[in-house]
T-cell receptor, first 115, second 112 residues
C-alpha cells in the first residue's frame, strides 16, 4: 500500500541527546514536510523540502535539522538546542493536483518525550 | 497566508448533518480553502478543497460564499467516527511546495 511511515510511534530520550525521527514515503511525491503539534494546539511547520537535496526552514526551525538525500526519505533531527522538544511530530508529503490546488498526506506521527 | 476563524467546538447528533463554519475574510484571489480533520492522536486527513465553486466528494461538501470570505463544510450524515478536530486552512498553489498554516480548528463531537 502507498503511504507515509513514521517510526517509532513513541520515543523517549534523555535531555541533551540528539534524536532522529524517520519519515519514509512511497507515493513518489516531490514535496515533504515536518510539523510539530503541542497538546490542544494546531500544527506548526518546522521544515519542508520541495525536491531532493533542497529544503527550507518553516516557522519554528530553531533546534531542528533535516536532510533530503532521497526522494522517499526526509528525516528530522531534534538537537539538544531545541529547548522544549517534547511534542507530537508529523511528517507529510504533497500531491499536486495540477492547477487545482493540492493535498497533503500525513504519516501517523511520532510522540517524542524528553525526560 | 490568510488567517481563518473557526468555532472552538461543536456538537452534532449522529445521523444529522454537521455544518462547520469558517471565516476567511482576508483571503486572496488565488488562495484555496482547504479542510482537513484530525482524529485523536493521528495525522490529519485531507477532506476537500475549493477555490470559488462549491465542491462535493465522497466525504463532504464545501460551500463557499460568493465573496469568498467564508465557507461551510458539510458532513451530510455524521457518524461517531466523524468525531475529530476539523481545520479550515487557506493557501496558495504557487507551483512550489505550498505551506499550510493550521490553526486550532473546531472540535466536532458526534453523539448518539
Amino acid at each position: 500500500d502507498g503511504g507515509i511511515t513514521q517510526s517509532p510511534k513513541y520515543l523517549f530520550r534523555k535531555e541533551g541527546q540528539n534524536v532522529t525521527l524517520s519519515c519514509e514515503q512511497n507515493l513518489n511525491h516531490d514535496a515533504m514536510y515536518w510539523y510539530r503539534q503541542d497538546p490542544g494546539q494546531g500544527l506548526r511547520l518546522i521544515y519542508y523540502s520541495q525536491i531532493v537535496n533542497d529544503f527550507q526552514k518553516g516557522d519554528i526551525a530553531e533546534g531542528y535539522s533535516v536532510s533530503r538525500e532521497k526522494k522517499e526519505s526526509f528525516p528530522l533531527t531534534v538537537t539538544s538546542a531545541q529547548k522544549n522538544p517534547t511534542a507530537f511530530y508529523l511528517c507529510a508529503s504533497r500531491r499536486r493536483r495540477g492547477h487545482t490546488g493540492d493535498e497533503q498526506f500525513f504519516g501517523p506521527g511520532t510522540r517524542l518525550t524528553v525526560l | 497566508d490568510a488567517k481563518t476563524t473557526q468555532p472552538t467546538s461543536m456538537d452534532c447528533a449522529e445521523g444529522r448533518a454537521a455544518n462547520l463554519p469558517c471565516n476567511h475574510s482576508t483571503i486572496s484571489g488565488n488562495e484555496y480553502v482547504y479542510w482537513y480533520r484530525q482524529i485523536h492522536s493521528q495525522g490529519p486527513q485531507y477532506i476537500i478543497h475549493g477555490l470559488k465553486n462549491n465542491e462535493t466528494n465522497e466525504m463532504a461538501s464545501l460551500i463557499i460564499t460568493e465573496d469568498r470570505k467564508s465557507s461551510t463544510l458539510i458532513l451530510p450524515h455524521a457518524t461517531l467516527r466523524d468525531t475529530a478536530v476539523y481545520y479550515c486552512i487557506v493557501g496558495t498553489d504557487t507551483g512550489t511546495a505550498s505551506k499550510l498554516t493550521f490553526g486550532t480548528g473546531t472540535r466536532l463531537q458526534v453523539t448518539l
